[in-house]
């Protein structure tokens, strides 16, 4: 009954159209798709920013000690005479991982592509709350600037790692930081509301504003899974708050939740870090892989292989991923039987995970493979993703953990998932739907060439890391020639420097692409890729209100390429009717539901 | 037509809006509501935790904090609750008065006016007498780092550590603080929601027995921080 009484307020989030001022427009806008382009070019800056301090990690372990080209900028705390000092040191890698997880990967998908796709890809004129949208975005950027204004303390940015273990964390004794660490426990709880604001939208969304004749299972599979992030996100992130919480806290206001000495459990902030820390990997992968599924059936213009198994494969993933949160733990002194239940819900994460990768292949097998840009990067996210994958699964048994735990192993899975899976994703999916965004394509031949060259140089920098940290170098030592059995491989750290500087250089193509395409890129047609989906029923770029009045009609799944029902094309557009084709019945018609 | 027949045929018909037959609103307040049950699982879980793995003794209930006068408050909220229902079952009927005469009865028939007016009053007054509780248990000694030094409640501890936990205080302090601390952000939250609707919506009388979707959400979130105040108050006053 009250369904029917408040209908009229599901058409309360249609937009009204009267011409608006520039500030309305692009800065304090609630239009999904301006917020969606606000996200991208922030988390771009701290992609930016991530990949400097990552530069001066990278120098320091391969020439450890000598000044830093450059490095005569950075006041005489952090680097006397362009030296890295180890309490510098030790700032760079923990705000390397925390800008990278927090303020670049996770914004980057979730952020622009949830924003600008769920409304597109499903019919509906914008989110289902514009005005917490928007809020959403400023309140990331807020605490973008909070955690980046560590660095400009008189102490400097946190030190602990971005994982923030307790106690170096809680205690300034410990980790010779006052402010700066209250700081990225304030960012965090900021960044979670941001979070969690976003995320109801996308799921009220998702459920309740899809377009006539798009059911639950027609939606492409970058929507579901940026539907099940979303999930991911509203149950994960507030565990993080509370955390966060605690721990500013024992910080600031003298609690002990973390304090040994007054019966307090660091194991505990571990636990509730992982139990957060765990499903985030999760909303690091999904968006990716989701985009990945669409812009492979496209390259290779054959329905995706298996979309049910796909579907269930994510939701798969996603649930798994709430109860293996321990194996980030084996080595704190967990009871082993404890130790073996997250070992095999670990490893059993391989089979949907798996399901996925042989759909990719069985989709590419023996279609019209299209190498575009996008494509390119989209096959380089599967083989890099097998790769991070498979030492995933080295990791998830515990005899195996055992020796590589805290080792240079682990930074190497972690950059083969979160470099070689999510960012390859994202290079797929920003060239995909940039003229979308912009209303031009970027460079063809440019973008082979960075992807060619940031595959090679990818490869270079991350591939060695396995070696040496199987000859036992450590995660985050300050400078590996000071101990014995590690100065035999130290030339391989000096090939690893050298290759990343290579990979960010090449990442400058890109800059360079995307920048320059915005002026002077080519006029994109209508539909550049002959792709099914909703959006590119619009005009590039789409207007304000998307179709609004109007609502597509959606007739059939996304997938349907090379399809034997269009004689003329080779693939059938989502809204495209064809004569044998109805229309949606109305929902009064098909009974409750 | 005929071939139309055939076509149908051909097809199953697809629902045109396969919605949740949810109202946005009201969902989106479902989905927030199930973030923050997350938020207080952490802090709740983390009592738990902590207060088992003491090796000390717990504060005996009643101890150091004012069960009498929690109690009292916890009715006071359980009232509002009430009266958020009466204020939804009011605008349900269409009723956008304050208080009407109703021939035959001594009392009066409540509006929303009135009952929403009630629930602020009783959800204020909850977080007034938090204010008061907290003021004085400081004064006592009690903080969030444990029972301060040379204070009432550190002399009592010293007297008898069971009964007060002498072992536990640092602990004791910190999820007591932490946890009603955060309930108590989540009344105040309420509590200002409710007065700009009333002044927004209620007193120009926007809302209609066909439109009182703000009076619903807000309602949703209302029960649930009185739900998690039952919680609240068994596990940190009662045992």
Known sequence: MTSVAHAKHDAHGDAHHAPMSFWQKYIFSTDHKIIGIQFLFVSLFFLLVGGLLAMQIRWQLGFPGQPMPGGGILPETMAPGGVILPEYYIQLVTMHGTFMVFFAIMPLLVGVYANFLIPLKLGAHDMAFPRINMWSFWLALLAGLIMLSGFFMPDGAPRCGWTMYVPCSARPDLSGVTTAQKLWSISIVVLGLSSVMGSVNYITTVINHRAPGMTWFRMPLSVWALFITAILGVLALPVLQGAAIMLLFDQSIGTHFFDPGAGGQPLLWQHLFWFFGHPEVYILILPAMGMVSDIIANGSRKPIFGYHSMVFAIIGIAFLGWIVWGHHMFMSGMNPTLGSTFMVSTLLIAVPSAVKVFNWLGTMWRGQLHFHVPMLNAIGFVSMFTIGGLSGIFMAATPVDIPIHDTQFIVAHIHYVLFGGSLFALFAAITFWYPKMFGRMMNEPLGKVHFWLTLITYNMTFFPMHIIGMGGQMRRIYDPTIYDFLKPQQYLNVFISYSAFALFAVQFLFAFNFLWSLKFGKKAPLNPWNDNGLEWSLPNPAPHGNWAPATPNVYRGPYEYSSPEATDTDFLPQTRKLPTDRDPVPATLSGGH | ?239
């Open chain 2, 1 to 239: 037509m005929a071939t139309t027949a055939t076509i149908d045929a051909m097809r199953p018909p697809v629902p045109a809006e396969p919605g949740s037959g949810v109202y946005s609103k009201k969902l989106g307040m479902w989905v927030f509501l199930a973030s923050d049950v997350m938020f207080f699982t952490a802090l709740i879980g983390s009592y738990i935790v902590l207060r088992f793995g003491m090796t000390d003794t717990w504060a005996k209930p009643g101890a150091v904090l004012n069960v009498p006068l929690t109690g009292i408050n916890t009715f006071l909220l359980i009232c509002s609750s009430v009266a958020m229902v009466k204020a939804y079952a009011a605008i349900a009927d269409g009723k956008k008065y304050f208080l009407r005469k109703v021939p035959g009865q001594t009392l009066q028939d409540g509006g929303l006016k009135f009952w929403l007016l009630i629930t602020i009053l009783c959800g204020a007054a909850f977080v007034g007498v938090q204010v008061v509780e907290y003021i004085k248990l400081v004064g006592h000694g009690f903080t969030p780092s444990g029972y301060r030094e040379g204070s009432l409640l550190a002399e009592h501890a010293l007297a008898d550590p069971i009964r007060y936990g002498a072992g536990v205080g640092g602990m004791y302090g910190s999820t007591f603080f932490t946890m009603t601390g955060f309930h108590g952000f989540h009344v105040t939250c309420g509590v200002i929601s409710m007065l700009y609707l009333y002044f927004t919506k209620v007193l120009p009388e926007k809302y209609s027995a066909q439109d009182y979707a703000g009076i619903e959400v807000i309602g949703l979130y209302w029960h649930f921080v009185d739900l998690v105040w039952i919680i609240l108050f068994t596990i940190v006053y009662l045992v």
